[in-house]
């Protein structure tokens, strides 16, 4: 599997995806689950409305099948069936004819980028409206319009998903993507994907950890995940959140609130060893989801991985967040970040020394050269060296890496043999 | 009240008490208190010769009415009357004419700045004693002079003053200044300047903590409080020394021993937030009397603002420390910087976050903008998000300010809307 | 005793010890020791072959008295002779004769540095071999060669010496240097030499620690002597390994495992202020025996001291370790730094001030000048405000004289004063 293969793969399901009107409650969302189900298996959950969720409630649940403005001649100026981008999400329904003076409240534009569609939502006050450009909307004359959003807001579902691949430990990974946003092709339906290919990656052999992907709407979905997950929160060590995972700018991890987290200090260090350009950012209390899991109150190590961040890129939450501005290439190497993240995640233990007085003699364990006095000792036998020094409940295998100037793998397999003799234990 | 007002109000006080004869005891200190008396109502204490004060003893009180060495012709060549600083302080009483040889040895000078008195004591050691220019000297012809001191030291008291405003909670912050130099305008009539005109500003509201203004003789009087307030000592929250606060330099923060006590970030916090020019320095054990209340027994978190710091300006400790080194726009910059770092500390408080399993629901409690979508949050709403992320016990307001890199009033102002909203607790 | 002098001394001891072969057992460590017990009364130990040490055995004995590759004239071509170092160490018996192709595999040489015969031992691992230069090798005619390793390999002893200055407290600094090297001068006559004059230097007076020298074979010694002075561990503050002491590069300090240790401290501390040239490097588990010293098991505060350090240098481990390689001037100035460094850690204290509850009145236990207002006060007088401050079980004199800016030995003779006052105790 090339990188470019797992690329076309995964830009070939954000094409599928792209069209669905997605919110944070309705059929947008089981019909993209519907589809991720197709690339793997997905348990579904659905949560009533006026479920209490920690501070919040389930909403109701929001679905639409058409909404359009017609002009005095019936041509539709502004219609959903072009993008699901024109409603203002969860509009409420309305069908009328007024001036468009009357409409202006309710049209929503980007006037600095007059081409643009906006994004925009109103899901906790009740309100209807449509989003368009600049240029149509200086296009329209006054006049009459009828406007029609054919929409519902009914007690339903709020709808998640989760996959989970059993592992060694019951201990978890998270992996965490919302599911929310309609026609956003970075946001965040590369983050689908990669979260897609990622599972399917680490099913291929039975990890370390239990890794757990969550398909959530975002922040309602989320809370709800952690409200009826407490039981589980312990268990979680470590987590990632995964969005606008596609467009072509340098990778940019975000890192836990606690800043010192293990998926911190593996992701900054995956991404230095790698060479890569990429950016570590400290944790800020707004972006997506790692706001709910990063909470005071859990506090979790869960940071973000991103390519260009959160509100950072001129496209961001306009109709050009579509499918030319995400790329198999910056999705393939989204990826094989989180793939190499999570191999060295996955074999990063702390080991103690059963042997920690003096050093215990390698050589007669076949483990070190036996012609003495050469100065070109082997990285291999440095690496055992300095597993054996660190090795005291107080330092990771990555610790001991980054300590000794080694590779991970040199370290790893170090450790590896040394347990093999006995001489250390996790 | 512009700082222009101020500033020529506190210059009119260094007018008025500049002429005085001050020492560590003895009637100039009461003078002086009488005069700040009328600006400020001032408890006075007077604490009898002998009485034991930590490791020091309350040393006699001394007196001065005269002081002269007159020439053969009578005519006074260093006088008393033209200046407080002609005589060593605490010198004994002397009456008698001697040969200039038999003199040099009680004549202190500035060779190197010949044009200035010198200001020199004896507090500890008999002596007497006088100071003057070197140019005078240079001019003395040989011959007999008479020399008189008509000063007493006897039994009495030291005094010293305090000025309580009463705050919201009983836990104190102290405001201390040396009253104990003679004729010497930057140090330290400015500080006692702006002491009293930031008492004075205090009192207009009711602040959050008790605030102590001390005015008391350096050292001993520090040590004397010290001893007198041994069960208030645990009252004392923070605390801050001021001197030289007058001077044209720049303004100069010293850090108190703990280097972390809570003053010194707010004092680096609004020096910096400011964009005064302004220096930020480590405790030393030598200076004014945060010697004292840093001690490593005390251990106060009291820092010390100054302008040019001490010994720092070449007119320290000399004669032309005086009316035309010291500025009302100097020391209504100090009496500003002030007032902002205690508005600050009075509100920076650490709060709990009542609600910290994800972020609670701000929007229906119409604190968060209905509308989603646009990447444009407002800053109070990323100061509230802020607020709730680190109101976890362990997080002052102004640490959240300054981890969020938002103004402390924005913070302050998020804190108090979470707060009226039952959101967080002090 | 000027600089000079050690210097000369010390190199000539290292020109009698350079001819003996030495190895990790046998009669070349024996008359080493006895050499150096000429310079010191040592405590020798011998410790039988088979004994358990930790993780290690103490191997076989090892002795050899003649050792040469013949070519078919009778001429020895390489010659045990002419250099110890000719001999593979630990070389088995072998007498034959064999054509130069069967003679390959048991020849080693630098080709990169073809004139020169390396270091190589076989203590583990039965084996017998020859070091030549490459060009020697390059010259030998094909032909059967006369192989002849007059060598004995059976139960006897491992020897190690101990040396120690006893101090006015048990604990104690430990200073190791290994005597398990051929003919290599710098690696680590050098060290025995400097260990040797340091000890002498050390006995003129009584030391605050009780100092011991521990002459023993690297990595087997160090263990044995570990292995057998287990209730002693948790005496051992301090400690130095000494080793290629003598080339012409700068200093170089390897610090403890701990990094935070007292003995890294002041050999920092002592290498800054002495303005010499020199390196502080990281602790790494590789070198000499530090690696057992620092283990984790014991992590004892040991440091290791070095010119040019391990492998560091082209002639490391080959004949160009010779007389020629080190010279007087650099073991007097590694004796020097030695010195200055042990003077300092045996003052090194920590103190508790007795009167911590403001300044204690120096001016009358004669501590400080009497004349008040000068600004020129003397760095001793800073020195015992300084440590009065910081003496709070927290600080030892050296991290005063460090916060302070002050000379240690300022600070230090401060605290004597303070000490002698009644002010301060141990």
Partial sequence: MTPAGPGRQ?????????????????????????????????????????????DWTVPQEWNIR?????????RRVVDFAASSLHVLGYS???????????????????????????YRTSYYK????????????????????????????ADGHLTYAEHVIPGQVPDEVIISCHVCHPSLANDNLAGIAVATYLARALAEQTPYYTYRFIYAPGTIGAITWLARNAERIEQVAHGLVLACAGDTGRLTYKQ?????????????????????????????????????????GFNLGVGSLSRTPYAGYPEYHTSADN????????????????????????????????????????????????????????????????????????????????????????????ADALRGAGLIKA
């Avoid at 593996?266 to 706001?291: C, N, Q, W």
């Fill in 323 to 414: 499918l030319d501005f995400v790329s198999p290439e910056a999705m393939a190497d989204t990826l094989a970040a989180c793939r190499e993240a999570f191999t060295l995640l996955d074999r990063n233990r702390s080991y103690l020394n059963l042997s920690p007085y003096g050093e215990p003699q390698l050589g007669r364990r076949g483990l070190y050269d036996a012609l003495g006095g050469r100065s070109d000792t082997k990285q291999a036998q440095m690496a055992m060296l300095w597993v054996l020094s660190l090795s005291d409940g107080d330092h990771s295998l990555l610790d001991v890496a980054e300590r000794a100037g080694l590779p991970f793998d040199t370290v790893a397999a170090a």
């Fill in 126 to 153: 009740p309100d209807w409206g449509f989003c368009l450009a600049q240029n149509t909307l200086d296009a329209l004359p006054d006049g009459d319009y009828e406007v029609r959003i054919d929409s519902t807001l």
């Fill in 10 to 54: 995964m830009y070939a399901l954000v094409e599928r995806l792209y069209p669905l009107c997605r919110s944070i409650t309705g059929d947008g969302v089981r019909a993209t689950l519907d589809i991720v189900g197709e690339y793997l298996p997905l348990q579904i959950h659905e949560v009533p409305t006026g479920t209490q969720v920690l």
């Fill in 66 to 74: 058409d909404a359009y403005i017609a002009d005095s001649t019936g």
């Fill in 92 to 118: 409420v329904p309305v069908s009328a004819t007024m001036p468009l003076a009357e409409l202006r409240p309710h049209l929503y534009t980007l006037p600095d980028q007059p081409d643009l569609v906006p």
């Fill in 256 to 296: 836990s609130r606690r800043g010192d987290a293990e998926i911190d200090q593996v992701m900054r260090h995956v991404l230095a060893a790698s060479e890569r350009p990429h950016e570590i950012t400290e944790f800020t209390p707004y972006g997506y989801d790692e706001r709910q899991y990063c909470s005071p």
